[in-house]
């Protein structure tokens, strides 16, 4: 057994303080109350006294282990040898506790920032309003902010997430939840329609209850899809025109004569159905699914929106003087019923053309179709044109007003989200790229072995080929299944191009880019697909290439790659194509599994100083896309201080950044939710791109050097556990739900890239998602903590000198401070009282304490550097929102963690109870929902 009688909760300050803000958090502490005893009584009433008590008995057990009354082993004792059709409500009932709890938060996150609008308290960091009046502040003039925001883009892209599997009716009716507690926090009993809150509240958490969390059958990449697209109808149709519009006016007015903004700063994008790395399901057919259930989804929305709008604009032509255009708009509907009704009869001819428009492009029948036999549009800008004709026809009578409302969306929806609603980006794992192109260049008789050739000449021969219209295969060609499926994908994203327009695919993405021919690779496959034509004058390539620098190596090379990629004419002359903008992806997992946090997050932001390095010698304007995860071990963590940790030039008035797992429901999912979040990305870009974030000045180059040290001393701390020590790898899958991540069907996408158990094999989503369910929260932290005391004690200068240079660093640097701030958090979150019971998973007691011991000790220096650093005890000092979560929401966790370790250890043992292996889907799944950026 792992001796845990010293490692009780960590003491992280603002956990502990009991009393700190009670007053402010009482409103949150009563709404978790009123949901919990809610379902306290929905539990009782449908399983009966037994289930309620052994769950009570857990509530009451799991605060006195926080309170240090009882020891954490008999929590654990009261579910060893648990029947588990006990078992399963005690979870599900945790579960769903934290579903509630995240709606308790969400609506007193909303409370607090009202009662600072009330108070007259000045507009809050991240906000819109602050961001202006910094913007105010800092007397820019219009060429400056003009040239800064050419082309501006914020792309959001949704990924799938092996943990975000909640069913409809369970997104449906949390949502419905959380309007419910709104109207109770604004202090009514009643909804608009008469019924009562607390009555309704009680039939939500009842149908919660009677709805399964989790489908019983594995994940396919169409349920994902599915899941990703609800958030449109949840709150994007109405949050990203409505932010658009509003950025756009503000910065418009501000700076008068630099027409800014000509195209939305918002645009989401997908990877679902599109990321293929790893992922072999897949498919030239999920592809076209995928693209094709965008389309969808956009269509419906206009042909909803258009029939509500028909019933709006019920004006008279007796009573008002409509302009030429719209009359003539009018005239294609010949329905006598409305002769002198002509924007009724100009927006049903818009629909009726929308309708065809389905009828071509779409696979499905969209409801409000309207078939009077009109021709469809060709593209959205006709679309746009005949919507602009109505807006200005209101406008010329007075009816500005009316414009404003549903119009106005309509006409910004049609702007943001064309006919295919979201880009699509397609990604794929280099090696793929090579072992296709190289069976390719056989087949046609180019060279039979392309592998064996040295990178130089690898990029001739490819540029070679590129030059020239000659496809290598034709449709007789005899491939491989690895070949034909690679050229179907890049087929489909031809044919979505053709469909829905180039916005449909925007983007191809290469996972472990290590070279130059790494990325002509990508623009053979292209080529091949009808997606690339580089040999005229003018080059056709509607989908931009982006290199992905993952690991810590590829990150230090990555400027080298991007300055020989631009050096190739053929290869640049695609990129003046493409407005002489060149994406560039940087990999937070990938490189964090590789070195470490610190390592990781440093190596990025020495990537991005040196790809601005290379933007400014070459004259492009780069792009940098985020792949961050939800987790801080994934380069999660507030996205507004994240934007503003970016070094100078990297931001340049575009960014897009993956949004993942339980992360997407918490930004999302609601209008006031996901309003907010978007705007703090909004916010974060503006500032950084136009003011002077940094804040280093001359001293940057000395703190630079600082971070170079201590980034190279944290790698090597972390290599030193996670690549160096014998059975680390068997410590990992024996202390953690790893295996069960694949084995039990969590997600469409298989765990590894490749069927090894190397880490380095192992993808980064159930690399962090393994950790963090098991409390360690190891690729958080790791390391970091021996790199600050290393480098202290290193000298030439004083302990206390080489503390203060830190000090100083976090005070003034936003890039430092971030790091320790998510670190910090990630730490408030660990446990290492509950890590020790699922080291207990491990049988080699040898290796189980040789291992978690350093685990332990790591764990302890590190909170100790923290506070070393920045002189706070308390690690959640600077998010309090996070304390409060963390005192109290976490004891509910206790109960979830023991019975995962208990459902572990019956599965591993060779119970095949399929109840068993759904607990254990169950636990992850209440876990992940509890802790919100798990993976």
């Known amino acids: 057994m792992v001796d845990v009688s010293d490692i009780a909760l960590e003491p992280i300050g603002a956990v502990q303080r009991t009393l700190v803000g009670r007053e402010a958090t009482e409103p949150m502490r009563a709404d978790i109350r009123l949901l919990g005893a809610i379902l306290g009584d929905t539990v009782r009433e449908q399983n009966g006294d037994e289930v309620f008590d052994l769950v009570e008995r857990a509530r009451v057990e799991s605060f006195r282990v926080r309170r240090s009354e009882i020891d954490r082993a008999e929590l654990a004792r009261m579910f060893s040898g648990i029947d588990i059709h006990r078992a399963i409500p005690v979870i599900r009932a945790f579960s769903h506790f934290a579903l509630l709890a995240n709606v308790a938060e969400d609506i007193h996150r909303e409370r607090r920032r009202a009662i600072h609008v009330a108070a007259g308290e000045p507009p809050q960091d991240s906000s819109l309003a602050a961001t202006y009046a910094k913007l105010d502040g800092a007397e820019l003039d219009s060429a400056t902010v003009a040239d800064a925001l050419r082309g501006a883009l914020i792309s959001p892209v949704i990924t799938a997430h092996p943990t975000e599997t909640r069913r409809r009716t369970v997104f449906v009716t949390q949502h419905r939840i959380t309007q419910l507690m709104r109207l109770h926090a604004e202090g009514h009993t009643e909804t608009d329609d008469g019924r009562d809150i607390e009555r309704e509240l009680r039939r939500q958490v009842l149908t919660l209850w009677q709805t399964a969390l989790i489908r019983l059958s594995r994940l396919q ?135 065809a428009t389905g009828a071509e492009i779409l696979d499905r029948r969209p409801q409000h179709e309207l078939d009077l036999g009109l021709t469809p549009y060709c593209a959205p800008a006709e679309l746009q044109a005949d919507l602009d004709t109505i807006d200005e026809s209101l406008r010329a009578h007075g009816s500005g007003l009316l414009a404003d409302d549903r119009l106005a969306l309509l006409r910004e929806g049609v702007s943001v989200f064309g006919f295919h609603l979201c880009g699509l980006d397609m990604r794929q794992n280099s090696d ?47 491939l491989t299944d690895l070949a034909r499926k690679e050229l179907e994908v890049v087929g489909a994203a031809a044919d979505a191009v053709g469909r829905y327009g180039p916005a449909a695919v925007p983007h191809y993405v290469i996972s472990m880019c290590r070279s130059v021919s790494d990325v002509l690779e990508v623009a053979i496959l292209l080529k091949e697909g009808g997606l690339l034509d580089a040999s005229g004058p003018q080059p056709y390539c509607p989908v931009a290439i982006s290199p992905l620098f993952e690991t810590i190596d590829d990150l230090h090379n990555g400027a080298a790659i991007l300055e020989a990629m631009l050096a190739l004419p053929l290869y640049r002359a695609v990129v003046d194509a493409q407005g002489g903008r060149q994406e560039v992806m940087l990999g937070y997992s990938d490189s964090n599994k590789d070195g470490g946090y610190l390592a990781s997050s440093w190596a990025v932001y020495r990537a991005e100083l040196a790809l601005v390095e290379v933007a400014r010698k070459t004259g492009i304007r780069l792009r940098l896309f985020h792949g961050r995860g939800g987790t801080v071990g994934r380069g999660g963590g507030p996205s507004y201080q994240a934007i503003l940790a970016q070094p100078p030039g990297a931001v340049n008035g575009s960014l897009r950044l993956t949004e993942q797992g339980e992360v997407i429901a918490a930004k999302y999912a609601e209008p006031q939710a996901a309003r907010r979040n978007l705007e703090s990305l ?163 007691q040898e290796l189980r304490e040789r291992v978690f011991d350093k685990i332990v000790d790591e764990h302890r220096r590190t909170i100790a550097m923290h506070k070393v650093i920045t002189g706070q005890d308390d690690l959640l000092a600077d998010n309090p929102a996070l304390a409060r979560s963390v005192f109290n929401r976490f004891p509910y966790l206790e109960p979830l963690n023991h019975l995962q370790v208990e459902l572990l250890r019956r599965y591993r043992s060779g119970d095949d109870d399929e109840l068993v292996q759904r607990g254990i889907l169950l636990t992850m799944n209440g876990l992940a929902s509890a802790l919100r950026n798990s993976g």
């Open 432 to 478: 793929v790229h090579e072992e296709v192109v190289a069976e390719l260049l056989a087949w046609a008789g180019v060279h039979p072995d392309y592998a064996s050739l040295p990178e130089d000449e690898r990029a001739a021969l490819l540029a070679s080929e590129l030059a020239t219209r000659r496809p290598l295969v034709g449709d007789r060609a005899q």
């Open 682 to 844: 909004v916010a974060a870009t503006l500032e950084s791109t136009l003011l002077d974030v940094e804040g280093l000045g001359d001293a940057a180059e000395p703190a630079y050097a600082v971070l170079d040290e201590v980034a190279t001393l944290a790698q090597r701390a972390y290599a030193e556990l996670v690549h160096d020590t014998p059975g680390f790898v068997e410590y990992f899958m024996a202390s953690t739900p790893v295996s069960e991540i694949g084995s039990l069907n969590i997600g469409s996408r298989p765990t590894s890239r490749k069927p090894t158990s190397s880490i380095s094999d192992l993808r980064a989503i159930p690399w962090v998602l393994a950790w963090s369910q098991s409390r360690v929260m190891l690729p958080g932290w790791y390391g970091t903590g021996t790199a600050f005391e290393q480098w202290i004690a290193a000298g030439p200068q004083s302990e206390d000198e080489r503390v203060e240079t830190l000090h100083e660093l976090y005070e003034r640097w936003p890039f430092f401070r971030s790091v320790l701030s998510n670190m910090a958090q990630v730490l408030a979150k660990s446990d290492l009282g509950l890590a020790a019971r699922y080291a207990e998973l491990v049988e080699d």
């Open 221 to 355: 990449i169409t349920d994902e899809i599915e899941v990703g697209l609800r958030y449109y109808a949840a709150a994007f149709f109405q949050v990203i025109p409505q932010v658009n519009a509003e950025v756009r006016d503000a910065l418009r007015a501000r700076w008068p004569g630099a027409d800014l903004l000509a195209a939305p700063i918002l645009r989401p994008g997908s990877w679902i159905g599109g990321d293929r790395d790893g992922n072999p399901n897949v498919t030239g057919d999920v592809v076209r699914q995928a693209t094709g259930s965008a389309a969808f989804t956009a269509l419906s929305h206009y042909l909803a929106e258009l029939t509500a709008l028909e019933q709006d604009l019920s004006m008279s032509a007796r009573l008002v003087a409509v302009t030429p255009a719209l009359a003539e708009l009018a005239e294609g509907c010949g329905e006598k019923a409305r002769a002198d009704e002509p924007y009724r009869r100009a927006v049903r001819v818009i629909r009726a053309r929308l309708t």
